[in-house]
């Protein structure tokens, strides 16, 4: 079983509790599909922030002085096997608002899938190679379409 912390530090969020229940629901989803229960008691923690501090780290860890929607950090950085800590997602509450309004999406349907993006880093998924990218956003759709989620990928 994963557990799920989240944290609410800044930006426009919905309650705390709201936020855990969307991670979970995301984080389990995900799990369920690509079987990564292989680790007992794994742990993944969410930072539910704004874009100022993601602009900050996504220009200290990426070299981009820029907000961003997501950012992933696996504990198992550079290639190892998951541990038991799989790592953090860092949200920005600004960017996620203003990419679902352009694509026609809730707020709710975009997290969850932003949630779902982040956890398939966390365990060794990338999208840098074009057939890396085809699995995991095919991945992506199983998991949105399991949660009742139009297809995060289709144009809107």
């Known amino acids: 079983m994963i557990t799920v912390d989240c944290a609410v530090e800044a930006g426009k969020w919905a309650d705390a509790k709201a936020c855990q229940v969307i991670a979970e629901k995301a984080v389990f989803a995900a799990d369920k599909a690509v079987e990564s229960s292989l680790i007992d008691d794994a742990e993944v923690s969410l930072l539910f922030t704004n874009d100022s501090h993601v602009k900050a780290l996504n ?17 198992s950085e550079g290639g190892g096997p998951p541990t038991q800590m ?18 026609g999406k809730t707020f709710d349907d975009h997290l969850t899938h932003l949630i779902t993006h982040g956890f398939l ?8 190679e074009d057939d890396e990218a085809e699995t995991m956003e ?6 949105c379409a399991s949660l009742g989620i139009a297809d995060p990928y289709a144009e809107h």
Do not use: C, M, Y
């Open 138 to 143: 095919q991945l992506e759709r199983e998991i």
């Open 86 to 103: 799989l790592g953090d997602i860092v949200l920005a509450q600004e960017t996620i608002a203003r990419e679902a309004g352009e694509q």
């Open 59 to 75: 220009a200290q860890w990426r070299d981009q002085d820029k907000p961003t929607n997501v950012l992933s950090f696996a504990a």
């Open 121 to 128: 880093h966390l365990i060794g998924f990338d999208h840098i």
